[in-house]
């Protein structure tokens, strides 16, 4: 498509439980990076893949937190035992190639609230 | 010391008047520089990147110092859907992940 798609727009968890978030880049765009904003505008990088395969894992806390891009599917972020730490708004974004210095192009996020 | 910085504001700008605000940034090797703008904790959306020689997209300019490691943002003749935060954003590496400023508010006022 057009836009980043992200799904769902709105999660709500307990503690403890597991979350899956969704996300589709747009069509043609090689990377898909994600973002985890928290508090006021605090944004913290997690992950970022080229095609199917991990580009740049340094930001991800792999205890707990893990992600895929596989072919012809949404790219996911799962977070196993959520923690209340772990409510953010995250963003998933994509760029075209490393070629236009990675103008990076931000979904609608999906509100995740842990309570 | 914050790896991207920015001065929080609110800068309240009557109604086609210009404001300008910097951001700086600590990696003097960072390699790409934007600028983006988020309304009510909605998604970031690319107003413009910004080039070593300075660059113009109608009413925004965008200048980048890298001796001074900072970049500027100019808006001029404001409009009141001009009123958002706007994030000043660095690329550090080569690897594309992207470093953000807390965000400088504007506020235009009729």
């Known amino acids: 498509g057009e836009e980043v798609a992200q799904t769902p727009k709105h999660l709500v968890r307990g503690e403890g439980q597991k979350a899956k978030l969704y996300c589709a880049p747009i069509?043609?765009?090689?990377?898909v990076f994600w973002y985890q904003q928290v508090l006021k505008n605090e944004f913290k990088f997690l992950i970022s893949?080229?095609?199917?395969?991990?580009?740049?894992e340094t930001g991800m806390p792999k205890e707990r937190f893990s992600a895929k891009c596989l072919p012809n599917s949404p790219c996911s972020l799962e977070i196993q035992a959520t923690k209340l730490e772990d409510s953010a708004v995250y963003f998933c974004?994509?760029?075209?190639?490393?070629?236009?210095?990675?103008?990076?192009?931000f979904g609608p996020g999906t509100r995740l609230t842990v309570t | 010391r914050k790896e991207v910085e920015q001065d929080p504001g609110p800068f309240n700008v009557p109604e086609g008047a210009t404001v300008a605000f910097n951001c700086t940034y600590s990696?003097?090797?960072?390699?790409?520089f934007f600028w983006y703008r988020q309304d009510c904790r909605k998604e970031p959306k690319l107003l413009m990147s910004?080039?070593?020689s300075g660059n113009e997209d109608g009413r925004f300019t965008a200048q980048l110092n890298r001796a001074s490691q900072y970049i500027s943002l100019l808006i001029r003749d404001s409009k009141l859907s001009d009123s958002a935060t706007y994030l000043c954003?660095?690329?550090?590496?080569?690897?594309?992940?992207?470093?953000f400023g807390a965000g400088t508010q504007v506020v235009v006022t009729p």
């Open positions: 910004v080039y070593s």
């Open positions: 069509k043609g765009h090689s990377y």
């Open positions: 990696n003097s090797a960072s390699q790409s």
């Open positions: 954003v660095v690329n550090f590496d080569s690897w594309g992940k992207l470093q």
């Open positions: 893949f080229q095609n199917e395969n991990v580009f740049d």
């Open positions: 974004a994509s760029s075209q190639s490393r070629t236009d210095s990675y103008e990076q192009y």
